[in-house]
Nanobody
Framework: QVQLVESGGGLVQPGGSLRLSCAASGFTLEDHAIGWFRQAPGKEREFVAAVTWLRQNTYYAASVKDRFTVSRDNSRSTVYLLMRSLGPEDTAVYYC??????????????????WGQGTQVTVTS
């Protein structure tokens, strides 16, 4: 059974950091690109970051570049999203998604065929 399970979300003060994890099972993680998306209340889901399957190139939305870092540990079947300098605008449900052997269009949801249930991140003082 294919599963992606996010964890690590929670409540954090502005300026703080969180590390999200995405644990994969039921498929070969190393053959998949992994993307992180988020959906804030009342807004559409948007691309945050992604790491490709082969060269492990990373891509970021402009709004998180230089603050967020995506990485993967294929031996642990886990992908991470380290988020720093968080602000209220980062409050959202964060989802990880897996797409088979994609190296382009990583910001496009339709390229991903497995999705997690999401983890809530709330940035508030």
């Amino acid at each position: 059974q294919v599963q992606l399970v996010e964890s690590g979300g929670g409540l954090v003060q502005p300026g703080g950091s969180l590390r999200l994890s995405c644990a994969a099972s039921g498929f070969t993680l190393e053959d998949h690109a992994i993307g992180w998306f988020r959906q804030a209340p009342g807004k559409e889901r948007e691309f945050v970051a992604a790491v490709t399957w082969l060269r492990q190139n990373t891509y970021y939305a402009a709004s998180v570049k230089d603050r967020f870092t995506v990485s993967r540990d294929n031996s642990r079947s886990t992908v991470y999203l380290l988020m720093r300098s968080l602000g209220p605008e980062d409050t959202a449900v964060y989802y990880c998604a897996a797409g088979p052997k994609i190296s382009s269009g990583l910001d496009q949801e339709h390229n991903y065929n497995y999705w997690g249930q999401g983890t809530q991140v709330t940035v508030t003082s």
